[in-house]
């Protein structure tokens, strides 16, 4: 039997395109053994000796065995049967050795199409796992934002991607947007943007041809901590925001500036920065739905939080099945989804 040397000698032996194509199937064939996801199931085990009924919430429940390798329950109260994975993202997942290769294509930032030829599985699938997927991040939203937090909005133009029945004409490419004009319909989503000085981000979508102070309330949802110092532009509905609620610190600067000439710190280039990385981000897409746009929002932000991880994919696992109500939150947007023919 080789030794860990003998192989790496041979593995340096190949042409660089021989070791790329080697080290992928070897990936593949690692990823389809499901030790990932096994690894995260030991950990969620660990961290709660029992999980608690996805109907009923109790905590009165106990375990009846496993089926198929999944843990299975009974809850006293309601008397309901149900897995370790009921709710999570993997419930009712028939191809569950294909979900670790999925997550990878994921972490690459491969749009829907691309990861559905991959790892050979229908664009609908494809759709589908990324939007149970992204449903339970929903938890990683920051609740509060402290200390100095620098805020700003992002205009994106309102997409209609995938719909069918559309009363404008399609645009072919983005240079066909065309902002409000006075129009009466809003053609711009407007992303919310609140970054804290040590890093937490939060991000909220809103449709509006120009915020109001009604919309920052709304997008900002309480999150601001009572004695936060917010760092904005001098964009007169956010004046108006912190004359509502005069717990908050308010210093604006010049949009076009960046920078106070002043006072160096007060700034918006952790907020502008975010912005930038958050075009970048969404550009492999080629365009996302305004409708589906809050999800890819809460995968930004948490993508930026497993940069400091080694372990990107088992957290990902990890992620997906401690979110009890993703698969509920799914079935609440599949509503308005797009069924994709192919």
Known sequence: METNKEIKDLFNRLSAGEQSVLLEDLLQTHELQGTILTGAHDDVNSIRLRKPCPYCKSEKVYKRGKQRGVQMYKCNDCNKWYRETTGTPLHAIKLKWKWQSYLRCMEQGMPIKKIAKEINISIQTSFDWRHKILSSLNRFVPAHLSGVVECDELELPLSNKGERNLERKARKRGSDFKRNQGKKEVTVIQVITAVERHGEKYLKAVASKRLTKEEIAIGLDGKLDDGVTLITDKHPSYKSFVKDHPSLKHKTILAKEHVDKKNR????????YTHA???????????????YLQN?????????????TKTTLKQWCIASLMADQAYELFWLFKQNAVIIRT
């Open 265 to 272: 710190n007060v700034n918006l280039q952790k907020v502008n």
């Open 296 to 308: 890819y929002l809460n995968w930004f932000a948490y993508a930026d939080q497993l940069r400091q």
């Open 277 to 291: 990385q958050l075009r970048k981000f969404l550009m492999p897409f080629n365009g996302v739905s305004s409708k």
